[in-house]
């Protein structure tokens, strides 16, 4: 079931830790940042505990007595039958207390604690395992900015403004847009910056082409996971893990634009309309596309449009499909010995009359891999083309298709078509030496 996370404020508050070994400094240490009036008591203490600023020592056993005005007590001696003999008279006074390396005597347990000035986010696995509690932690301290609590600061001296010159029902976007302001820009804010919040003047926005990666959820960036986390507006494709969607912030929007073959959702031009829009709303907006923008993902088109409309934006990349999937396959598309190189081809374009006649003849002659993306519908004409400008019928190739758990499909160029008639899109197509191997552990 687990434990009900309560804070409490321990400033001035009485408290009790009894033990005077490394067990009792740890605790010792969180503590005295939360500013209680603290008493250690054992019969000798570590030299650590003695240089320990703004405590009462007492150099003797635990005595009942000492309990008298303690608001909690820590029981952290390297005797047990103590220890419980402290929990047994906690409990008959009602004062709360923590019993070092036994859950069964403890009415409330030490979290694994992450401190950035204000902000304290405690970690508890209801004493399963330390172990577990100490991997969050470490992630959390990863997360949090080590100038949060600094920050924290800040927006709090600007609260008493807020109130002065915004009106309340306004008042929760106010601090939601300083915060976030203050994640991207830094603070203390400009005044011209400032002042456009607290006028209700949207500003300008920015615009985050992030890849999402393919596949997992996790395989998004850091960077692009934290822009997520802290963004107004997210504007997202089809090729998405749908926990991704989970990390945006509760109150931003949620802008599906999505495309399937035989199947619009939104035509680009308006999409790069609706970024810019949302950005000259003063929002920080997330393009957010399976694989990596710059990668047949139309990211270019969308920078350029940007840059036209004079939107500040930036490029985070992602792990293109064209490399992952066919690696998730255990097909590497470059080898020693099998292949040097690698080439992406967008199957849209590939056959299209625009492109040069000899364009089939340039593919066949290129001794790496060839990696066709979004071209399952023209796979036979995709072979039939690529034997004609010269490639053997042997040559190795592969189908990986399939959106949730993707079919591997492998074959040759001679008979690739006929064997991957039943796969699904969207469909990953490798061709060459590697397109034969099977790295898969």
């Not at 402290?86 to 009602?94: D, P, Q, Y």
């Not at 330390?130 to 600007?158: C, I, N, Q």
Request: proline share 6%.
């Amino acid at each position: 079931m687990g434990y009900f996370p309560f804070f409490m404020e321990l400033e001035g508050r009485e408290g009790l830790v009894v033990g005077g070994g490394a067990v009792a400094l740890r605790k010792l240490q969180k503590l005295l940042s939360y500013g209680p009036r603290l008493t250690v008591a054992a019969p000798e203490l570590l030299e650590e505990i003695e240089a320990l600023p703004g405590l009462t020592r007492l150099r003797q056993t635990f005595a009942p007595a000492m309990l008298e005005g303690k608001r909690f007590v820590i029981a952290a001696t390297d005797d047990r039958e103590v220890n419980r003999e402290i929990a047994a008279l906690c409990r008959e006074r009602g004062i709360p207390v923590n019993v070092v390396d036994d859950k069964e005597q403890c009415t409330f347990l030490f979290p694994a604690l992450v401190k950035r000035g204000d902000l304290t986010v405690g970690v508890s696995t209801a004493g399963a395992s330390p172990s577990a509690a100490a991997w969050v932690k470490r992630r959390v301290l990863a997360a949090v900015p080590e100038d949060f609590g600094e920050m924290l600061d800040y927006l709090a001296s600007l609260r008493p403004m807020v109130r002065e010159r915004v009106a309340e029902e306004n008042r929760a976007a106010v601090f939601a847009r300083l915060f976030s302001d203050c994640m991207e820009q830094g603070f203390p804010l400009e005044e011209a910056a400032l002042a456009a919040v607290l006028e209700g003047a949207p500003g300008m926005g920015k615009v985050y082409l992030v890849g999402a990666g393919c596949g997992a959820a996790d395989l998004i960036t850091l960077r692009g996971l934290r822009l997520l986390e802290r963004c107004g507006v997210v504007v997202y494709d089809d090729l998405l893990a749908p926990e991704l969607l989970d990390a945006a912030p509760e109150g931003a929007e949620r802008i599906y634009v999505g495309k399937r073959r035989g199947r619009h959702s939104m035509a680009q031009e308006a999409i790069n309309a609706l970024l810019i829009s949302k950005a000259r709303e003063g929002k920080q907006v997330v393009r957010l596309k399976g694989g990596d923008p710059f990668v047949f993902g139309r990211g270019g088109e969308e920078a350029l449009a940007l840059q036209a409309a004079g939107i500040a934006w930036e490029y985070v990349p992602g792990v293109t499909s064209a490399v992952a999937v066919p690696g998730a396959a255990g097909i590497p598309v470059t080898h020693r010995g099998v292949s040097r190189s690698f080439h992406v081809v967008t199957a849209h374009t590939a056959d299209s009359p625009e492109g040069p006649p000899s364009r089939w003849e340039e593919l066949a002659r290129l001794e790496g891999t060839l990696v066709f993306l979004m071209g399952l519908s023209q796979l036979g004409e995709i072979a039939r083309r690529l034997m004609e400008a010269g490639l053997p019928p042997d040559t190795s190739a592969a189908v990986i298709g399939g959106k949730n758990a993707p079919r591997t499909i492998r074959g040759t160029l001679g008979d690739i078509a006929e064997r991957a008639r039943e796969a699904e899109a969207p469909a990953v197509i490798v061709v060459g030496g590697t397109a034969g191997m099977d790295l898969r552990p």
